[in-house]
């Protein structure tokens, strides 16, 4: 199984704010697309002012003071820092394909160059702690096994 690590604050807007597109300088392999892939948050301090600008963007109502996203029937709030996780595969999704964008086309969630479109995204019910890396990586078996055990709570916007 191959991996992607995020900074905490994107793999939460993947989770929650249904953000299902990953903006990259890269391609990935021709052999990633149709791949189910393991989504690692990373142990980076959280930055949330460009997931309030991009989730404005894609159709939320944003409260910067606290990071609260709202749309017609769905209010959240992103964690706290201490409480946001870190270190460890938070879902699974599969890299439908990739597109370019060029910065003065940019809408939703999309500011390219590389847009990878994702879906099928499955939030674990328990993140599995685990070392990440930067691009695209291998999961160790151990971890990989523990991630496909994992049950699921389902795919789209969390309420909650």
Not at 42 to 52: L, Q, T
Not at 73 to 84: E, H, K, N, T, W
Not at 110 to 133: N, T
Request: hydrophobic share 45%.
């Amino acid at each position: 199984m191959k991996a992607l690590t995020l900074t905490p604050e994107w793999a939460w807007a993947v989770c929650h704010l249904g953000k299902r597109v990953e903006n990259r300088t890269w391609k990935p392999t021709a052999s990633m697309i149709g791949q189910t892939i393991a989504l690692h948050a990373g142990k980076a301090r959280p930055d949330w002012s460009a997931v309030d600008l991009m989730a404005g963007c894609a159709g939320w109502s944003v409260r910067t003071f606290d990071h609260g996203y709202r749309k017609p029937g769905i209010s959240l709030r992103a964690p706290d820092r201490d409480a946001l996780t870190r270190g460890a595969i938070v879902a699974t999704f599969r890299l439908v394909r990739t597109h370019a964008v060029a910065k003065a086309n940019c809408v939703g969630w999309e500011c390219g160059p590389i847009c990878w479109d994702i879906a099928d995204v499955q939030v674990l019910a328990r993140p599995v702690p685990c070392k990440g890396a930067l691009g695209m990586w291998t999961v160790p078996a151990d971890i990989a096994e523990q991630v496909c055990l994992s049950p699921s709570l389902r795919d789209g916007v969390l309420r909650g």
